[in-house]
Every structure is written in C-alpha cells, then in structure tokens.
C-alpha cells in the first residue's frame, strides 16, 4: 500500500483501517510494504503518533517495510521512526534505502527523496548501490526482484508531468530504463495517488508484448504475463484520504497511455471534487491495497478497493495481474 499521509487524526484513523482491513483481508501476508508518505509531515511528531498508535496492534502482529515519501523527507524524520538495516554510509536525513530477501524473492526500497545532476531524485550512491545489489541477489539465486520507488516514472495523475521523472535526467529517462536492464520484474510506486498498472516496459521505454495465460480461481479471473521483457509497475492509488484525478496534459499523449495495461479515471472522481480544492476529488472516498504471492514461476498481485460508501467499507477486488517465469 502507499500514502496513508494523514493530516488530522480522524484521517489516520481512516488510514490505520486501511491497514487492518488489508492484514484481515490477506489473513497469511508475511509482512506489510509501504510505498512512503506514510505522513502528511514528517517533522510533525504528533502525525506519527497518529497514524502508529492508531496501526499498533496491526503493526505489532506484522513486519513493516516502508518507503520513504518526499512528505517525511528532512531531518531524519524517516530513519528515525523505523529500525532498518541501511548500506554502510549511506545516507539517510532525506529518507533510506535498503533491501531485503524473503523465500525467493529480494525486494529494493528505493529513497527518491535524494538529488544529483545526473539523476534527479537519486544520488549518484544510490544507483550504484541498487545496481550491485541486485546483480548480487541474482546471484544468489534470486528468482523475483521487486522495487519500491515512491516518486515512480510510470503512473497516471499529477505528477506524471513533474519535471524530475520528465527531464532528461528525470526517472522515466534515466532509472526506468534500468529497472528493465536489472531485470527487475514489478516495481511498486507511490505518490500519484490515482491506480494503475503499465504492460511491461522495456529498456527503451515500449511496451513489450507478450504470451498471456488466463487462470480461473475462485471464480476470479487472473491474466498472466508470460516471461515478459521488462517491469511491470503499479501504483495502489491511495491507503489513506487524499486522492488526484487523471493527469489530462496533452504532452503525456496516447503513446504515453497504451504503455498502461490500466489507467482510469480516479474512483474516488464520482463523489465529485473536494470542497477544499476543487481540483481534486473528495478526500477519504476510496483506499486501495494490494495483496501479492509468489511462488516458483508465478507472481499474483490481487488489488482491493474500500469504498466508505457500499459493501459496509469492507474490501472486494477490483483488479488482478499475474506474471509467469519458466
Ligand atoms: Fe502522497
Ligand atoms: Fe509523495
């Protein structure tokens, strides 16, 4: 899940439900990953105790893994809410990254609250630290790689026209085409706050085409992604109140939208605009989450919806992906 970035204490209620809905809903997760904006202020000490005294016994009956968004992103207020096992002098006033092995699969935590010329929102450290680290997950026989990235190149609102994932030096210039390069297989975004989900993208930023397989389980239905060439990346909207409508900048164009496999409008859009900024929907509508598997050739990601207006605010599924290695 990403964003739960709550501004009052109702709204981090709102977001601590979110999380306890998700752990009762994938009832086996082994851990919870959060792709950052965890609060709306990192420097406001009575936002963490919102939403972490509101999540604790979620958060004591679990394993967190956050992401650093770019609203906890100075003055360690990151580093300083979380135990985490960071590379030896790296750096963390700005946020952390780290990454971490279970079963099979190794997971990057990413921290796109840095900045260097030749990057935008990472260092220069940092990208060579996600390279060697994942070569060597590889090598240790890592069959799945996933990132989180809070601030991703591909997602579909706002901040899909930020000059530092458009630029030349931007994310969608210079750090997807490596996610492909890694072999990375799912990145895992933030900071959009709307859904969607891209095809697989490759090196030089096409859509791969590719096998697809359909499953019937449960009477739900899964489309897999059969050994795709490049990553596939989604962004889980929001966890938490705040929501944007679809990016509608011509410069992002039709070539732009067919790299998505999903790219709606944001559900939250039929309950109309905020009355606070009405260029936004209404907040605390709609929270997003998604539950994800793998075993030996296969990864499922199953997406849920909690809409506070019908099925009692209890999740139900409204979306599902696969991808198939052999
Ligand atoms: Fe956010
Ligand atoms: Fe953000």
Redesign the pocket.
Known sequence: M??T?AKTEDEAILSSETISKALDTVPNAEFMVHN??LVDDGVKEEQWDWLLGHSQESLLNTTFAPSA???EDESYAFIDHFNLDVPENSATETGAYYSYDYSNAHFVVLNSNEDSEKYANFSENQIEWLKEDVKAAKANGSKWVIVNIHKGPYTTSNHATDDDIMDPNGVRNQVAPLMAELDIDFVLQ??D?IYARTKPITSNGTASETEKITETKKGQTVEYTVNPDGAIYLIPA?AGP?VYYKNQDPVLGEAFYNLFEVADENHSAIYGPDPSNNTRPVRGQIQNFVGISMDKEKLTAVTYEIDQNKNNAEPYIIDQLGIIKK
């Open positions: 990403t964003d970035q950052g904006d968004g770019n609203h933030g900071h706050h929001t705040k």
